[in-house]
C-alpha cells in the first residue's frame, strides 16, 4: 500500500512563513512528478508548485518568488518553503504524487493524493 502524508500547516500572519512537508510511503518502486495544490472554500483545486524527479520546478503566477518547492528522492518527500504569504494564500493544501507501485509495476505510474493540510493567513 502506498501513502502520501502531509504536514506542516497552521496559521500565520501576512508576511510570514510556513513550510510544508510531503512523504510517500509503503511499496514505492520510483516517484515521477510531486507538488502542491491548494482549495479555498468555493473555489477550484489549482496547482500550487510542482516539481519534476529531476528537479525542474513550476509554479503559479501567484505564488512565484514566495513559495519554493523542493524534494529529497531519498526520502520520497516534497517540501513547500512558503514566504511572505497573504490571506488570499489561505486554502487547504495538497500533495499529489506520480507513483509506480510495485505491486502493480504494470500499471505505470497512478497518481495519489494527500489527506490535505490547512494554511490559515491572517491580516
Known amino acids: 500500500q502506498v501513502q502520501v502524508v502531509e504536514s506542516g500547516g497552521g496559521l500565520v500572519q501576512a508576511g510570514g512563513s510556513l513550510r510544508l512537508s510531503c512523504a510517500a510511503s509503503?511499496?514505492?518502486?520510483?516517484?515521477?512528478?510531486m507538488g502542491w495544490y491548494r482549495q479555498a472554500p468555493g473555489k477550484q483545486r489549482e496547482l500550487v508548485a510542482g516539481i519534476t524527479n529531476g528537479g525542474s520546478t513550476d509554479y503559479a503566477t501567484s505564488v512565484k518568488g514566495r513559495f519554493t518547492i523542493s524534494r529529497d528522492n531519498a526520502k520520497n518527500t516534497v517540501y513547500l518553503q512558503m514566504n511572505s504569504l497573504k490571506p488570499e494564500d489561505t486554502a487547504a493544501y495538497y500533495c499529489?504524487?506520480?507513483?509506480?507501485?510495485?505491486?502493480?509495476?504494470?500499471?505505470?505510474?497512478?497518481?495519489?493524493w494527500g489527506q490535505g493540510t490547512q494554511v490559515t493567513v491572517s491580516s
Open positions: 509503503g511499496s514505492i518502486n520510483n516517484i515521477n512528478a
Open positions: 499529489h504524487a506520480e507513483i509506480r507501485d510495485r505491486r502493480y509495476y504494470s500499471r505505470g505510474y497512478m497518481n495519489y
